[in-house]
């Protein structure tokens, strides 16, 4: 729900599968369930083929002309229809199943940095004509502007799916989360509970713009989380795993579930006999994927255009300028195969696209939505996302990460007497005005005399943006982008993503464990 | 958005679950939540946004034979919720039963008026949003030289309606209502930015802080944070100030929660009885607290909501609950079912805080002769299963009793279970500006982790 707290707006990411809200169908065929007669059956046939027929070519042209009737820089309709499907097994049982279909609709219109927004849970017109009414009241004592009439676009597809996860069949997901039960639980006799969250969606989205275009897409999505937890004595501990992305069916068969499950429990009893991490600034060096979190904390949420063209990031005004090691270059990918956080189009009709955002250390670009675009005179990078329809967008990552460096990732251990190796890890945040940041490591290992040792519990690690990225020393050769698991939450709007890195090592970062 | 009334709601909810009884449902629950919200949002002295909506949605849990089924949806059309309820039916069965299973079958009797609806704030307009919260950021501008701009300065509302109906209980309603202030003002001292932030939320419009008062506290703790650098690593006392220790105790609420205690992801499983924090602490989850805004007369599944005390003079009393997992445990529910329409109930707080103690939080810096002033934390930080605590702190350094230079780019970290044994001072300045609050605390020794 949109009505979260207000108290903290820090931008941050978390592990697992919290998606927010979510929506709707494949071809009824795919979907056995979906067989049958109705209005339902319509609206789960073909790609947004309901929303299509209510929010026609000139349906949207007279929404957009109201929208602007009282002036403005820019307007569109955003409508929105998902069906989602969430598993919960918990101590070996499935406890329950959960069908959501939430669908509807926002009009948006803004001139310059001001915003109007309102939104409808159904698509009807007349709903939206209010919200076009509603949304333009944010612009005063302007003339009426003319909007394009809008014409379909086509956007060459990111990437295709031949056989989307989401419509496998309901036994097969249920096969997936018993098969992965099974394999934590059997791993070792200390593991006392197994909790697996599966979520899919099929979201459908139709867009109209004051400028013309008129798009739909569908965007595919599944995740699946695996918290097993070890108990021994009075200790208990929690390991983690994930599967999924916007991927094919045979993804999983190719990714073996079972043993994606073992590693979870594996870390939950490695870590019930982990000593305690150190306390203190010391050489770390972070492990491939997942530890991407440092890159989108320290960097990436500093590098969005709403921050930047309110002046209030550190980035601002910074292109051109070298502002970190000139060992990095740093990528957002919305079209990176199967990524979680890839897109063929963003939430307000710019097709996503590959930004690099540093090369050689200098800094190349923001990422951008329309409106931070037109703020900086420069064009939108495609990175406008929304929550749902019920928000308006704001400029978001994608699949970020740190590109691939030329170092053996063994070498980068080289040289360091003590200090600290982050092998999985979990969320993070940052406040952008100040840059200073933190990401939470669940297992970390010891580094003595160049070798990784004994095995430390978690610990939450800080630093300060660029301060932090001057202090890279050494970037490995083994890049991987994690497209399992992460959602980023910013200004109350979750929305999935990718990151990833190579092995990276830096000088220092503060550990915040107990040890010292 | 167009606004049905009750009686239209009530009908349809009706006919929804007589139609899944009538399918094969043994139990069914409907839940449907209306809501309108405006906010408003300043920036520089110009409205920056201003959104104005309603959300609707429905959703319906079925149980048959022990297994649940459950689906939500905003398309409220007749035709397409009557084949979504034949879906939901059929999709319970491919779940597995469970002897907890089981919709709450107790009427019971209304509760006292618990004040959580406004007519003033049913009766506002989002036009009036406006000058509030340009007040504020006028208020933090106009509080020093070094605060140029602000970063987010909104003000905003919501009115709710819960509309809830069982195969037992009847159909019963409630409204409630939220206002909303906020402000991140922005301090800059040369190349050096930081930003502060203040917030209100109450139920009933007249009990929030004023907007100016708002503006300059965002004012006041940007500008606090300015030259702030990190401290050396050592153990000393720490004191988390009020909000702070709110923000822990909203950390540490998953510890209490009935299902991570039976599925043994929690480090106080199997402590009921035992002294798991300081006599000093007392741990409340008050879902009928006047105002509260965690206050409702019901819980997501229509259990009655109460006060519970979790943990008295640092004895663990309870676990909090919903209908299931309170089975499981084998005790009474304890109204802590939290839900939207679009989710099913799961163990959440009321009002959920640390009770007021007696120190006077002035003396407890006083008490210190070398320390740290805890006054914002951040970072996924609690590892509720192992009891493990470490986060990013910001605050100030304490020597002699008195707090000396602004700190940060420090990390604090400690095991739960000592952290709360440990506490040895507890504030008498306990207020609520949101659903987990706390006085200033303070914990004997934690570990800081600096340069």
Request: glycine share 12%.
């Amino acid at each position: 729900m949109s009505l979260e707290s207000p108290i903290s707006r820090r931008d941050f990411i978390r592990n697992g599968a919290l998606l927010s809200t979510a929506i709707l169908a494949g071809s009824a065929g795919a979907i056995p369930w979906l067989k049958g007669a109705g209005v339902a059956e319509a609206a789960l046939m073909g790609i947004g083929q309901e929303l299509r027929d209510v929010l026609n070519l000139e349906t949207v042209n007279r929404i957009l002309i109201e929208a602007l009737a009282r002036g403005g820089d820019f307007a569109d309709l955003f409508a929105e229809q998902r069906f989602r499907t969430s598993i919960v097994l918990d101590d070996g049982k499935i406890d329950s199943v959960t069908y959501g279909y939430p669908r509807g609709a926002g009009v948006r219109v803004f001139r310059r940095h001001q915003t109007g927004y309102a939104f409808s849970d159904d698509i009807a017109y007349s709903s939206l004509l209010d919200a076009a009414r509603v949304a333009s009241s944010v612009v005063q004592n302007q003339s009426p502007v003319r909007p394009l009439d809008v014409t379909p676009r086509r956007i060459p597809p990111a990437f295709t799916l031949v056989a989307p996860a989401p419509l496998m069949g309901e036994p097969m997901k249920f096969d997936l989360l018993r098969r992965m039960d099974a394999a934590a639980r059997s791993a070792d006799p200390r593991i006392v509970s197994v909790r697996i969250d599966y979520v899919d969606e099929v979201r459908d989205i139709l867009i109209g713009t004051s400028d013309g275009a008129y798009v739909i897409d569908r965007q595919y999505l599944v995740s699946i989380v695996c918290v097993p937890t070890a108990a021994q004595g009075s200790e208990r501990r929690s390991g983690f795993s994930s599967l999924g992305g916007r991927v094919d069916q045979d993804y999983f068969p190719r990714r073996d579930p079972e043993g994606v499950a073992r590693e979870a429990a594996r870390q939950a009893i490695t870590l019930l006999t982990a000593g305690p991490a150190p306390a203190g600034a010391m050489p770390v060096v972070i492990g491939p994927g997942w530890g991407g979190v440092l890159i989108h904390e320290s960097f990436g949420h500093a590098s969005e255009g709403d921050g930047i063209s309110r002046g209030t990031s550190f980035l601002s005004g910074r292109i051109g300028t070298k502002i970190a090691s000139p060992l990095l270059r740093v990528i957002d990918d919305a079209r990176w195969a199967n990524g979680r956080g890839s897109y063929t189009v963003d939430d307000e009709g710019t097709p996503g696209q590959r930004t690099t955002l540093i090369d050689g250390g200098v800094l190349q670009s923001y990422l951008l939505d329309r409106q931070s675009a037109g703020l900086l005179s420069m064009r939108s990078t495609g990175n406008g996302r929304r929550m749902t329809y019920r928000q308006w967008p704001i400029p978001r990552m994608t699949n970020t990460y740190i590109d691939r460096g030329v170092s053996d990732p063994a070498s980068l251990l080289n040289g360091i007497t003590k200090g600290f190796y982050a092998a999985e890890m979990g969320g993070g945040s940052v406040d952008t005005t100040s840059g200073n940041f933190n990401f939470a490591v669940r297992l970390g290992h010891l580094i003595e005399n160049g070798q990784i040792t004994k095995p430390v519990r978690g610990a939450i690690l800080i630093g300060n943006s660029l301060e932090t990225m001057g202090k890279i020393e050494g970037i490995g050769n083994d890049l991987v982008v994690e497209q399992t698991r992460g959602t980023c939450g910013k200004d109350g709007q979750m929305v999935p993503v990718g990151v990833g890195q190579p092995t990276v090592r830096f000088s220092s970062i503060t550990v915040g464990g107990t040890a010292i | 958005m167009a606004v049905q009334t009750s009686t239209t709601i009530q009908e349809t909810l009706e006919r929804v679950r007589t139609l899944a009884e009538r399918s094969g449902a043994a139990e069914a629950e409907t839940y449907f939540e209306f809501i309108t919200l405006a906010e408003a949002r300043v920036r520089e002295r110009e409205v920056e946004l201003i959104q104005q909506s309603a959300i609707t949605g429905l959703g319906l849990r079925v149980l048959r034979d022990r297994k649940m089924g459950f689906l939500y949806t905003t398309d409220l059309r007749r035709n397409v919720i009557d084949e979504l309820v034949l879906r939901t039916i059929a999709l319970a069965d491919q779940a597995t039963p469970r002897d907890e299973n089981k919709l709450p079958d107790q009427a019971f009797p209304p509760q006292g008026n618990l004040e959580i609806f406004d007519d003033a704030i049913a009766a506002m307009r989002p036009e009036q949003l406006i000058p509030l919260a340009r007040s504020m950021e006028d208020n933090a501008v106009a509080r020093d030289q070094k605060i140029q701009t602000t970063l987010d300065t909104r003000a905003g509302y919501a009115i709710g309606e819960v509309h809830f109906s069982n195969t037992f209980i009847p159909y019963q309603v409630f409204r409630s209502t939220t206002s909303w202030l906020t402000c991140t003002a922005v301090a800059t001292d040369g190349g050096q930015k930081r930003e502060g932030t203040y917030s209100d939320r109450k139920r009933i419009f007249l009990d929030l802080n004023t907007p100016e008062r708002i503006g300059r506290k965002a004012a006041e703790r940007a500008l606090a944070r300015l030259g702030a650098k990190p401290v050396p690593s050592t153990k000393v006392p720490v004191i988390f100030e009020a909000e702070a220790a709110g923000a822990f105790v909203g950390g540490l609420f998953g510890a209490f929660n009935g299902l991570n205690v039976i599925e043994q992801r929690s480090f106080l499983a199997g402590r009921k009885g035992q002294q798991i924090a300081s006599p000093l602490v007392t741990i409340v989850d008050d879902g009928i607290q006047r105002r509260g805004l965690g206050s409702r007369p019901f819980d997501g599944e229509g259990s009655q909501t109460r006060k519970t005390v979790v943990v008295e003079n640092g004895v663990l009393a309870r676990f909090l609950h919903t209908v299931s997992t309170a089975r499981r445990h084998n005790v009474q529910p304890t109204g802590n079912a939290a839900r939207g329409y679009d989710s099913l109930p799961t163990v959440g707080p009321t009002n959920f805080y640390i009770d007021s103690g007696s120190s006077k939080p002035d003396a407890m810096i006083q008490e210190v002769p070398r320390g740290l002033y805890v006054t914002g934390t951040a970072g996924f930080g609690f590892d509720i299963a192992a009891g493990e605590y470490s986060q990013q702190v910001e605050g100030h350094w304490i020597e002699g009793g008195k707090l000396v230079r602004p700190v940060e780019g420090i990390t604090v970290a400690g095991k739960l279970g000592d952290m709360l044994l440990g506490i040895d001072a507890v504030g008498r300045d306990l207020e609520f500006r949101t659903t987990f609050a706390a006085p200033t605390i303070r914990f004997k020794e934690l570990t800081i982790g600096g340069v």
